[in-house]
């Protein structure tokens, strides 16, 4: 079910109930949240519900052998085969299709005709996520990072948690496994801080991602009838949208642990603010970009050795990182730039290099400052062109497209800024990012506006969320499909 529609509405102010009425007994906690999490997840197709319940049973059986085996050989087999069962069972729901056509267009090319055997089955939800939570289990336990538990309840609660199971963020055993173990009490200041993140993520999802969507599905669907500038704020709709909907998600996952006593991690930290694309993906699915450093990143060699050997490792990563994705070319592309925007990084020194804000302390950038802002978000919007392609061509083509006739007709400018300039998606869209840009520091949070004001913008907002909930067509988020 979608955070944004009337079952979930009507789903979890029951779980939030039963589950602090039980707050006495831990058990009763453990199960209520593992019961839940898989009537969420079975909602959209129970049979789901054996693949997870699947990795769990390998898992747990595979994290207590590592832990309890003496032998560095059998400790090593076993987290290899660890992951083999998770990769292979993410490979064959999400990548068979993919590999058996490219083998046999591959064939094709050279006079040899072959018959792609496919799958047709459908991707579940959630695959990519709650694959890698389970892996940084056994993946740490072998690493000496931390110890297995003997709880099965609290590890399949653990792994299929509702609130953060089918977007992340893809929480790490070593961080939320643990609380599954401490007896969780209904605090009023937490669950404050909850529901205002629930609703900061529905304004970003409901409001300003849907309302992109509509100018930016128009935009793509036929791209090579639009002017340049109109392909340009396609992009730049895009980079909204998507932006919306995911950190949307996030924030609501966040908000909902929160309710229900979790510290779920941080996945976005403002990162259109940010001064290079280095320092983008420092901000940007955070829990994806470390889990990757972690435990790909690191094992290649991370920044040891030769600017080459560096590069190389980055491309590998970012790479893996766009098939993560999904099984289509358009994302190892998207990978692929990224990495190649990043390497002179390696080469030439740049501010933003650290996790420090923007503008540090000071309400308005220097020029400097927006000038480096403006410059990556410009690279970063090219990259969502490719990333919300349908197939390389189209990538291309609309690129150039876009290009040649910015190039030919600047006054065009004039006319999409008109053309857009009351659009409510724009509108919600500079909303945002004025939000955000004053929300960076306490001393500019919106905490300092009178209550009258905020509770007038909190009841607006949870309003238009159910109103389109329950008279307008819910749609789901962009990272349910990989």
Known sequence: ?????????????????????????????????????????????????????ASSCFDFVAGRAIDVSK???????????????????????????????????????????LDAATLNIVLPVGISFYTFQTLSYTLDIHAGR????????????????????????????????????????????????????????????VLVADSCAVLVNDIFADYPSQSGWTLLMGAFFFAFQIYGDFSGYSDIARGLGRLLGFDLMQNFAFPYFS??????????????????????????????????????????????????HGANWTFIAWGAVNALMIMPILFIPMGGRGTESVADGRLLPSLRETLQMVITFAAICVTWIIFRSETLPDAYAYLCRMVDQCIAYPGGVLVAFRRYRYEPAMILVVSLVASEWISRWKQFSFDRLPLGVRWTLYQLVFSVVVWIAMYRDTSEFIYFQF
């Open 146 to 205: 931390m110890k297995s538990t003997r709880d099965p309840l609290a590890f399949f609660a653990f792994v299929a948690f509702f609130p953060q199971l089918v977007a992340g963020p893809i929480e790490r055993a070593s961080h939320l496994l643990p609380q599954f173990f401490v007896r969780r009490r209904f605090q009023y200041a937490t669950a404050v801080a909850g529901s205002r993140l629930i609703l900061w993520g529905f304004f970003k999802k």
């Open 1 to 53: 079910m979608l955070f944004h529609s009337p079952e979930f509405f009507a789903f979890f102010p029951i779980v939030f109930a039963l589950y602090w009425a039980t707050q006495r007994w831990l058990w009763g906690q453990n199960l209520l949240v593992l019961v839940a999490s898989y009537v969420f997840y079975g909602w959209w197709d129970w049979r789901f519900l054996g693949l997870i319940f």
């Open 275 to 324: 001064r290079n694309v280095a320092e983008f993906w420092r901000r940007w699915h955070i829990s994806l970009s470390t889990w990757f450093r972690d435990y790909l990143f690191i094992p290649l060699g991370g920044s040891r050795g030769s600017k080459a050997m560096v590069a190389r490792n980055l491309l590998i990563v970012f790479v893996v990182s766009g098939l993560w």
């Open 71 to 113: 032998s560095n050989a059998r400790r090593r087999w076993l987290v290899i085969s660890s992951l083999v069962f998770n990769l292979g069972l993410l490979g064959c729901f999400k990548y068979f299709n993919f590999f058996a056509a490219e083998l046999a267009a591959g064939f094709e090319s050279i006079g040899i005709t």
